[in-house]
């Protein structure tokens, strides 16, 4: 009996055991050295000294104008990049969930953007937004809208939530049509037996019923907005002065620019707290409203 | 009357799907225009289809090399998480006691964390154990295939868990009973059973690694080494201003995905969707 339990163990240590030390090398272990350096101030270099500050890295955070201005940043991005999405998205949804012939193939083309990974798509837009712009502008005297959009603060984040959206959309509405394509016919049926039109029924039977789909790609785009990096990276790479530098971008500036790493740390500490806090809040609201069938 | 409503809107929805699409038609016909028709009108066809810039592009981007370590690095990393994450899962949805359940809540909680957070302790880590334990982690294609598994794993063990849990364990019982080993039981019933999810993990981790860009910029430093993102990086921040050899760039990186999501669209499409609802 003894050596039967002693053999199950060592089944378990040889099939989790791989996995469970590649994992804690590469997240947790990283993880704890991540919190301790946040207490410490050094410039990055092995032969300096690490001094112990205490949480004075996180105190000098509410001061810091730079980390201030990103938090504005990303704050006005992700909310309008998010309702942006969720709204694209669901639309294509319901458009390729209708009997249209030509679904599929609509289906196909918009979630190929969700492909191209985000430095890329950085690099096409950039094109587009930055000497494309101008040379429409100049061709058609429209330089009111066709300018270069990545000169300008405000349009230079325009620019990166179009992009953005862009490349989010399809991936939402993949999410949406499982949703939709969830509800029973006959409910959908019924509605219009008794009489609802077509908004009556989108708003009081078929959103109520995917209210799951609305958790998940709340939660996905949010996340993914508020980590961006490769589309801001690749497209305005923070500029113009600063004006569209995301926190992930701020956070990897402060650590490999200008070579604060133990403040850098504080920040990316505090930029997981934030993740974690917006993510559960965002679930634990959206799953009270879901209904059930 | 209905039908020709129904072809106008047929014919409706298409147009705006290609316009959706129109930032990609302008970097195809720029890659194949010369400095001066480029800036002449932007939008119209090419007036001849030359290869000069993809030619160029290709050599400057060292680009089958970097589609060499793209391609390593992906197939690496995705056989090892499908394997060690399959396997690992297993173990925890049957064995229901407090270690497993632990294990799966921390890996689980871990899907918070950032990677801006782990990303300069994690090249700390990595360069003590190349200084101190002699194993290349840093500037080696391997070592970014280590770390892949790892940020990949909390993921794939959530996915295969989940489907794990809603297969009866009867089959397995009734294997081990005939003298099968718990090994043979995993490869021969169990992990052909997990296929669904296996093909939803691979695709899932095929667009992430495959388009990863800041982990492999921390740990790649040879130019021999570079993945496509990162030759795409360095490619424009040299020729920003020739934009015809930098659409030709981009063109380049843009084939294979779109080869790769047609001839795979099906399974693409349920795999994004599947791991998203999980």
């Known amino acids: 009996m003894k050596s039967r339990k002693r053999r199950d163990a060592g089944w378990y240590i040889l099939f989790t055991g791989p996995l469970l030390f590649i994992f804690v090398t590469v997240v947790i272990i990283p993880f704890i050295i991540g919190l301790v350096y946040s207490f410490f101030e050094w410039d990055g270099l092995p032969l300096n000294p690490k001094t112990f500050v205490g949480v004075s890295n996180y105190i000098k955070l509410f001061s810091d104008e730079r980390f201030a201005a990103t938090a504005v940043h990303t704050i006005i991005f992700t909310v309008i990049a998010v309702l942006l999405i969720n709204i694209l998205g669901l639309t294509f949804a319901m458009i390729v969930t209708s009997k249209l012939k030509v679904r599929n193939i609509g289906r196909t083309m918009l979630f190929m953007p969700y492909l191209i990974g985000g430095l890329i798509l950085g690099y096409i837009w950039k094109f587009i937004f930055g000497d494309a712009f101008a040379a429409i502008g100049e061709a058609t005297g429209l330089t009111g809208i066709f300018f270069n959009w990545l000169l300008d603060s405000k349009f230079a984040l325009l620019a990166l939530i179009i992009v953005s959206t862009w490349q989010m959309a399809g991936y939402i509405m993949i999410i949406y049509i499982t949703g939709i394509q969830a509800i029973p016919e006959d409910v959908i049926e019924a509605a219009g037996v008794d009489g609802a039109g077509f908004w009556q029924t989108l708003f009081k039977i078929k959103f109520p019923l995917i209210m799951q789909s609305f958790t998940i790609c709340l939660f996905m785009t949010l996340s993914n907005c508020f980590k961006v990096f490769d589309i801001n990276l690749s497209l305005t790479g923070g500029g113009p002065s600063n004006a569209t530098e995301m926190f992930a971008m701020n956070i990897y500036n402060e650590i490999f620019a200008l070579n604060n790493y133990g403040y850098g740390q504080a920040k990316a500490i505090v930029f997981f707290l934030a993740v974690a806090a917006i993510t559960l809040v965002q679930v634990s609201v959206t799953k009270k409203r879901e209904v059930s069938m | ?278």
């Open chain 2, 1 to 278: 009357m209905r039908k020709v409503k129904s072809t106008l809107t047929n014919s409706i929805f298409l147009i705006c799907c290609c316009l959706y699409l129109f930032p990609i038609y302008i970097v195809v016909i720029n890659s194949f225009k010369d400095r001066s028709e480029i800036y002449e009108n932007i939008l119209t066809p090419p007036s001849g289809f030359s290869l000069e810039y993809y030619t160029t592009a290709m050599e400057k981007m060292d680009f089958f090399n970097a589609f060499k370590n793209s391609l390593i690095v992906t197939l690496g990393s995705i056989l090892f998480v499908v394997v060690l994450t399959a396997m690992t899962a297993w173990m925890l949805a049957r064995s229901n006691n407090k270690i497993s359940k632990l294990i799966f809540s921390v890996l689980v909680a871990t899907m918070l964390i950032p990677f801006q957070t782990l990303m300069m302790p994690l090249m700390q880590e990595m360069g003590w154990i190349r200084d101190s334990l002699g194993i290349p982690m840093l500037d080696s294609l391997s070592g970014l295939i280590y770390m892949n598994i790892g940020f990949g794993a909390s993921m794939a063990v959530f996915l295969y868990h989940g489907f794990i849990s809603s297969i009866p364990v009867s089959l397995e019982e009734a294997a081990t009973i005939d003298g099968c080993t718990k090994w043979g039981v995993f490869w021969r019933i169990v992990f052909p059973m997990l296929k669904p999810t296996t093909v939803t993990v691979i695709i899932l981790d095929v667009i992430w690694i495959w388009n990863d860009y800041l982990l492999p910029s921390l740990v790649i430093t040879s130019k021999a080494l570079r993945t496509i993102p990162l030759s795409t990086f360095s490619f424009f921040g040299q020729f920003t201003i020739q934009w015809n050899l930098a659409m030709a760039g981009l063109t380049l990186t843009i084939i294979p995905v779109i080869i790769f999501y047609l001839c795979a669209q099906k399974y693409i499409i349920k795999g994004v969707a599947a791991g998203a609802v999980k």
